[in-house]
Structures are given as structure tokens and as C-alpha cells.
């Protein structure tokens, strides 16, 4: 098993700004854990971050935010990335779509994904479903996604095992199961 670590819009703008998620700091550790553990296996380390440009769908749903350039569309400082890692600009929810994502992970040999970040039960849903339609095996620590509410997040976790049987394991747990290299 060849693993990739998936960070999904832990941006300024959905953390403390235009979409801001308070319950999100709690999961910054466990995300900071997970990225820090992947580079010393030597796992692909990978920003998937909304980057709109104005007029873009998602405004209808949610106004404008994480506009590509702008502060509001950038990396927390917490997790701000390191050299070797890549990020992708997306500007729809699932971080495989048109952003070259596959063709990366499958260029490093990757066949297993942790989805960590925002929002449980739409980003992190969405990218979930993409990455079975790919044939990647799919693991979500339950305690590095977020989102806006108690319900949403049970809601999406729920979702995620019953439609992609994503395995929904702790980071510590998601550690010590997985052998570095």
C-alpha cells in the first residue's frame, strides 16, 4: 500500500475567514500530525484548495470566498506547506476535478488516500467519491475532517463509509497501521 495524505481547504477564508469554521482548529494537530508523519515516510503530501476565480459556481451556494491570489485562499500558517509538498488549485468541490490530481498520485504510485480537512460531509465527500471512481482505497480519520455542525460531520462520516466504505480510522490509529516506504 502506497499512501497519499490529502489536505482539503484548511484555507484562511474557511478556518477564520469568508466561510469561517471555528470547530475547524480543532482538527489543525491531527491534520499537522498526519503531514509531518507522511513526509518522514516519504508519502505525497497534498494541498487541495479552493482557488476561485469571481463568477464561479460555488458563489451561488456560498458567496464569494477563497478567490484565487487572495489572502482568503490560502494555506492556515499551522499547516502551511513545505517544500516537496504540492498544492492544487480546485474550484468545485472535489479535489480530483481538472486539477491533475490523478495523474500526480498516480505517477508516485499511489494507491491509498487520507482525506483530511473540510468539509466532512461536502469537499471531503466529494474528493471521497472521486478517488472510488479511480479505484483508490479511501481513509478518512474521523478526527482531521470538520464541518459546520455536529450533524454534518456524523452525517457525512455516516455517508462516507455506507457509499465508498471509506475506512474511518483515527490518525493514530491510521499510523501505526500503515508501514512507512
Not at 32 to 37: M, R, W
Not at 44 to 72: M, S
Not at 147 to 155: I, Y
Amino acid at each position: 500500500m502506497k499512501p497519499a495524505v490529502i489536505i482539503i481547504d484548511m484555507l484562511d477564508d474557511f478556518v477564520t475567514g469568508a466561510l469561517a469554521n471555528p470547530r475547524a482548529q480543532r482538527i489543525i494537530p491531527r491534520i499537522a500530525e498526519l503531514a509531518a508523519a507522511a513526509r518522514e515516510r516519504g508519502w505525497p503530501v497534498v494541498y487541495a484548495n479552493d482557488a476561485h476565480l469571481p463568477g464561479d459556481f460555488e458563489e451561488r451556494v456560498w458567496g464569494p470566498h477563497a478567490l484565487a491570489g487572495t489572502p482568503g485562499a490560502r494555506v492556515i500558517a499551522e499547516l502551511a506547506p513545505r517544500e516537496g509538498d504540492l498544492e492544487l488549485p480546485k474550484r468545485v468541490y472535489s479535489a480530483f476535478h481538472e486539477t491533475g490530481l490523478d495523474a500526480y498520485l498516480r505517477q508516485h504510485g499511489v494507491d491509498t488516500v487520507i482525506l483530511c480537512g473540510q468539509h466532512t460531509n461536502i469537499c471531503v465527500r466529494h474528493t471521497a467519491a472521486d478517488a472510488l471512481y479511480r479505484g483508490y482505497r479511501i481513509i478518512v480519520p474521523p478526527d482531521a475532517v470538520e464541518a459546520f455542525s455536529d450533524e454534518d460531520h456524523e452525517s457525512g462520516l455516516a455517508y462516507l463509509d455506507m457509499a465508498y466504505r471509506a475506512e474511518l480510522t483515527p490518525v493514530a490509529q491510521v499510523l501505526g497501521a500503515v508501514p512507512a516506504g
